[in-house]
T-cell receptor
C-alpha cells in the first residue's frame, strides 16, 4: 500500500470555481510535505512546503493545510483558471531518510 | 539556460537499440536523481547521486545504466529495453541528497519502446 494516498483521482471544475484536493499519508517520522504542480509534458514544480508546526500556507490562489495529528493535508484552489489544469502531486519526506514518498496525483481539468 | 534541462524530450527506440538520456542542472546543486513516471502510478525513484557518487539504486534492472561525470550532468544509458519501460523519465536535482531539500525537476524525456 502506498504511503501517500490522494483523492479524488481526477476532477473537472468550471473556471472560477474553487476545489479542494486531499492527501493522506502514513510516512513516519514526518519531516515535511510538499505539493507539486505538474503540467502536461512538464516536470513537477513545487507549490508549497509544510513542516510539522505549520497548519496553513498560501501561494497565490493555492492554500495548503496540514494536520500532522491525523496525517492529512489538503490543497485548496481558489477561483480556478484554465492554467490550473494539471496534476497535483503530494510528496512527503521522512526525518532521517533521503527517500520521498509520492502520491499518484490529483488530475484537475478546468473548463470554461 | 536555467534550472534543469533534459534531452531528448521525446525518444522512440526498438528493443535492440542503445540510447542515452541526458540531464544538466544549472542550479549549483550537488545531488541528482532519475525517476520513472508511468501512467496512474506514483513517481518511482531509480537512482540517486550525491557529490557524483551513487548513493541509491532502487533495484533498477541492469538495462538502465546511470552515469554522473560531475555534479552538473547526469546520464541514463539504455539498452535492450522492454515495452514496459515506456514512460516519462524525469531528472531532478537538489542542494544535497536529503529529504528536507527541495528537488527541482526537469521537463522529462518521453520514452517509447517498440
Amino acid at each position: 500500500k502506498n504511503q501517500v494516498e490522494q483523492s479524488p483521482q481526477s476532477l473537472i471544475i468550471l473556471e472560477g470555481k474553487n476545489c479542494t484536493l486531499q492527501c493522506n499519508y502514513t510516512v513516519s517520522p514526518f519531516s515535511n510535505l510538499r505539493w507539486y504542480k505538474q503540467d502536461t509534458g512538464r516536470g513537477p514544480v513545487s507549490l508549497t512546503i509544510m513542516t510539522f508546526s505549520e497548519n496553513t500556507k498560501s501561494n497565490g490562489r493555492y492554500t495548503a493545510t496540514l494536520d500532522a495529528d491525523t496525517k492529512q493535508s489538503s490543497l485548496h484552489i481558489t477561483a480556478s483558471q484554465l492554467s490550473d489544469s494539471a496534476s497535483y502531486i503530494c510528496v512527503v519526506s521522512a526525518s532521517g531518510n533521503n527517500r520521498l514518498a509520492f502520491g499518484k496525483g490529483n488530475q484537475v481539468v478546468v473548463i470554461p | 539556460e536555467t534550472g534543469v534541462t533534459q534531452t531528448p524530450r521525446h525518444l522512440v527506440m526498438g528493443m535492440t537499440n542503445k540510447k542515452s538520456l541526458k540531464c544538466e542542472q544549472h542550479l549549483g546543486h550537488n545531488a541528482m536523481y532519475w525517476y520513472k513516471q508511468s501512467a496512474k502510478k506514483p513517481l518511482e525513484l531509480m537512482f540517486v547521486y550525491n557529490f557524483k557518487e551513487q548513493t541509491e539504486n532502487n533495484s533498477v534492472p541492469s538495462r538502465f545504466s546511470p552515469e554522473c561525470p560531475n555534479s552538473s550532468h547526469l546520464f541514463l544509458h539504455l539498452h535492450t529495453l522492454q515495452p514496459e519501460d515506456s514512460a516519462l523519465y524525469l531528472c531532478a536535482s537538489s542542494q544535497v541528497a536529503q529529504g528536507s531539500y527541495e528537488q527541482y525537476f526537469g521537463p522529462g524525456t518521453r520514452l517509447t519502446v517498440t
